[in-house]
């Protein structure tokens, strides 16, 4: 059973910057395609950005040039590092195994002054 877990979450500034982690539990997390995907109140949920087992990343076009998507197989990690910060970008923040559909549990992140 694939367990994912998310940390990094936070108040910040317009402007501001945060790298988001999800930590994976069980094994085969390097052959595995990852995404970080985005809930703000009232609102659906959206997909943020993918990075597939080779390492590439592609990114929603509202986040494109702000945020990086990356991965540690050796640590069964996956990253968001998210730049310029918007109040738009308040939502909770989600981790996603893509091939085994599993999700994480969110992290809170808050853009406000």
């Known amino acids: 059973q694939v367990q994912l877990v998310e940390s990094g979450g936070g108040l910040v500034q317009p402007g501001g910057s945060l790298t988001l982690s999800c930590a994976a539990s069980?094994?085969?997390?390097?052959?595995?395609?990852m995404g970080w995907y985005r809930q703000a109140p009232g609102k659906q949920r959206e997909w943020v950005a993918t990075?597939?087992?080779?390492?590439?990343?592609y990114y929603a076009e509202f986040v494109k040039g702000r945020c990086t998507i990356s991965r540690d197989n050796a640590k069964n990690t996956v990253y968001l590092q998210m730049n310029s910060l918007k109040p738009e970008d308040t939502a909770v923040y989600y981790c996603?195994?893509?091939?085994?559909?599993?999700w994480g549990q969110g992290t809170q992140v808050i853009v406000s002054s």
């Open positions: 069980g094994s085969g997390f390097s052959r595995n395609n």
């Open positions: 990075i597939t087992s080779g390492g590439f990343g």
């Open positions: 996603k195994n893509i091939n085994m559909g599993s």
